[in-house]
């Protein structure tokens, strides 16, 4: 099993900027693909960047060109990086990092993001 924590959401005014943050701990050796989404109060989660081990990106259509995905692997453990740009208030949301493995799908407690002037 994987344990996955996010750091870095708060609250920013629209057109501003935030970098979230994803540590992950435990079995981070079977990790491949891994990812951010994001749900907001009456909404369905959905995909916001992923990230395979390879380095190849995919992202929301919402976000593409503002967001961009990232990660590092220094030694025995695993970051990952969503770095937001030019926010808006439809950004504001609940964002979840999740890392995919054979054994399956993990997911983090989430970071709040509020965006609103």
């Known amino acids: 099993q994987v344990q996955l924590v996010e750091s870095g959401g708060g609250l920013v005014q629209p057109g501003g900027s935030l970098r979230l943050s994803c540590a992950a701990s435990?079995?981070?050796?079977?990790?491949?693909?891994m990812g951010w989404y994001r749900q907001s109060p009456g909404k369905q989660r959905e995909l916001v960047a992923a990230?395979?081990?390879?380095?190849?990106?995919?992202?929301g259509d919402s976000v593409k060109g503002r967001f961009t995905i990232s990660r590092d692997t220094p030694k025995n453990t695993v970051y990952l990086y969503l770095q937001m740009n030019s926010l808006k208030p439809e950004d504001t949301a609940a964002y979840y990092c999740?890392?995919?493995?054979?054994?399956?799908?993990?997911w983090g407690q989430g970071t709040q993001v509020t965006v609103s002037s």
């Open positions: 990230i395979t081990s390879g380095g190849s990106t995919n992202y």
């Open positions: 435990g079995n981070i050796f079977s990790i491949y693909n």
């Open positions: 999740n890392a995919d493995t054979l054994r399956g799908r993990d």
